[in-house]
């Protein structure tokens, strides 16, 4: 098959794993998670290993796993994985001062973290852990495209693609579930508390907005159309994760400015909003793919690289 007919046949295999999937009404929502993974993978460097360029559509389709893991009817059955992977889904940046939330950003791992809130009058699962969901599976992913380079022969190396796709689609969702902004505040299902701006109480607002607002609304090429960063590895995946996640937060207002003007629904939209959250999006889409690209060249040895 030639480079071009390999393509165009991924090209139309992403196509069709954007329809193979039943839309639900968690986190991104199934449609904007799979459009952010498949816009991650899509964008990804010619340098990353073939195998997993040409696993969009997988990577697009484990985007929202980590949503299905919160299934209702599980739940009936026993709330243990509710309880227990709920909080790996946001960090509510405004639960802290910013003294101590950075003391906690730098611990050094979500058991530290959440020493560290404790201290401060804090609970690490009221606050979330995104950040260190983020970090351990782009963990796992390193140490999976280590392994892929040392495989010893053809047969093992197609079990660690399959770990490692796996591990990939699912550090996506956190990924893209940073992209946001309700999910780097305690604001997350409409304004809590002291409201000087008006901004809508409407605990529907955070489904309004990532899942039937973007379902109705938003498409593949409005989020790559909206991605204009080349792809780059992380200095410091962790600067790089707080960075992020911060500057998510940063557009809340922005959010929640435009939901007071014309509330985000599926029944209506502007070019405003439209343009916001695509670009959230696409946010989430350059992240994924620039934390997916550092993994893989940071896994080579050092002297390597």
């Given amino acids: 098959m030639t480079r071009f007919s390999a393509r165009r ?6 196509a069709a794993a954007l329809v193979a999937v039943p ?4 986190a ?3 449609a904007g998670h799979r459009m952010a993974g498949l816009a991650a993978a899509q964008r990804l460097p010619d340098d990353m290993p073939a195998f997993f360029r040409a696993a969009a559509p997988q990577l697009a389709y484990l985007n929202p796993e980590p949503d299905r893991w919160k299934d209702r009817a599980e739940r009936t059955l026993d709330p243990a994985l509710e309880g227990g992977t709920s909080s ?6 405004d639960l802290a001062t910013p003294s101590v939330l950075k003391a906690a950003l730098a611990a050094p791992n ?22 260190f969901a983020i970090l351990e599976q782009t963990q796992r992913l390193r140490g999976d495209f280590r ?3 040392i495989a010893p022969d053809s047969t093992v190396r197609a079990w660690i693609e399959a770990r490692i796709i796996d591990d990939a689609g699912i550090l996506g969702h956190f990924v893209t579930d940073g992209s946001n902004p309700h999910h780097t505040t305690k604001h997350h299902n409409g304004w809590v508390g002291e409201n000087p701006k008006g901004y809508t109480s409407d605990n529907r607002f955070h489904s309004r907005f990532e899942s039937a607002y973007v379902q109705a609304h938003i498409t593949l090429p409005d989020v790559l159309g909206a991605m204009s960063h080349a792809p780059k590895v992380l200095p410091n995946v ?3 994760v707080v960075a992020y996640l911060a500057t998510s937060f940063g557009q809340l207002d922005r959010l929640y400015e435009i939901d007071k003007g014309t509330p985000f629904q599926a029944e209506t939209s502007t070019a405003e909003q439209k343009a916001f959250a695509a670009a959230r999006l696409a946010a989430g ?3 994924l793919r620039d934390v997916w690209y550092t993994a893989w060249i940071t896994s080579a040895p050092a002297t390597s690289r």
């Fill in 9 to 14: 046949l991924a090209a139309l295999l992403c």
């Fill in 285 to 287: 889409a350059e992240m």
């Fill in 28 to 30: 991104w929502g199934d």
């Fill in 238 to 240: 962790r600067d790089g």
């Fill in 23 to 26: 839309a639900n009404l968690a």
């Fill in 88 to 93: 790996d889904h946001y960090i509510d940046m």
């Fill in 147 to 149: 392994l892929w380079r």
């Fill in 110 to 131: 979500r058991f530290a973290f959440a020493d560290t809130l404790r201290a401060a009058g804090i609970a690490a699962n009221t606050m979330g852990l995104l950040p």
